[in-house]
Nanobody, 114 residues
């Protein structure tokens, strides 16, 4: 079992920045993929960014140029630096880890005011 705890969400004005963190604990894989997803009210959960065990990254078009995903393998933590936030970025942000199975955190709310 892997437990994931997200933090760093909050309320920010358009154009502002937030840094999300997701700390993993439990049965940690030596090789895993990590990602950030988000779900806005009334919408399906969507990919924001992923990072492989070799730090290869993939971004949704909406995140390219504004968001950066990174990982600290010593701390077993994945981060999402979000800059130039827009109201349409408002959502609950979830991290996940693929470690044999797929594990999800409980999410952290990000609200961007115009």
């Amino acid at each position: 079992q892997v437990q994931l705890v997200e933090s760093g969400g909050g309320l920010v004005q358009a154009g502002g920045s937030l840094r999300l963190s997701c700390a993993a604990s439990g049965s940690i894989c030596s090789m895993d993929a990590k990602g950030w997803y988000r779900q806005a009210p009334g919408k399906q959960r969507e990919l924001v960014a992923t990072i492989s065990s070799g730090s290869r990254t993939v971004y949704a078009d909406s995140a390219k140029g504004r968001f950066t995903i990174s990982r600290d393998n010593v701390k077993n933590t994945v981060y999402l630096q979000m800059n130039n936030l827009k109201p349409e970025d408002t959502a609950v942000y979830y991290c996940n880890v693929i470690c044999g199975a797929v594990y999800w955190g409980r999410g952290t709310q990000v609200t961007v005011s115009s």
